[in-house]
């Protein structure tokens, strides 16, 4: 099956074997990315691909209830709201002020 070449591929000077860019004995590009290399010369310079064995990886232990309440506890930490800006502040400050006058108001005007 052809081979799709993913980086610049080079001859060598004597053009016995294939190089990746940048080696020194690199004389002669052969391949850019996207070329197709027939089987034929994927045979003659060694370039037929073997599937490389996959790393066994080991399973990741539990956690223990400590790591997953410090978990959880982050989470909550970061799903807190957050503080309302300056200007709401000063808005609700002044709806307060203005209700406290209101009532003190209407006291007054009950004892008239």
Known sequence: MPMVVDRR?????????IVEEGDPSAGYLFA???????????ERYDLCEEPEPEPELEPEPE???EVGSKMSDDIEDKM?????????TQVRDL?????KKTKRRRKRKSKD
């Open 80 to 88: 807190a709201p957050e503080p309302e800006n300056k200007v709401v």
């Open 63 to 65: 956690p223990s209830d």
């Open 9 to 17: 591929l080079y001859l060598t000077r004597d053009k016995s074997r």
């Open 32 to 42: 850019a990315p996207g070329h197709v290399i027939s089987d034929a010369d994927a």
């Open 95 to 99: 709806v307060e002020e203005i209700n």
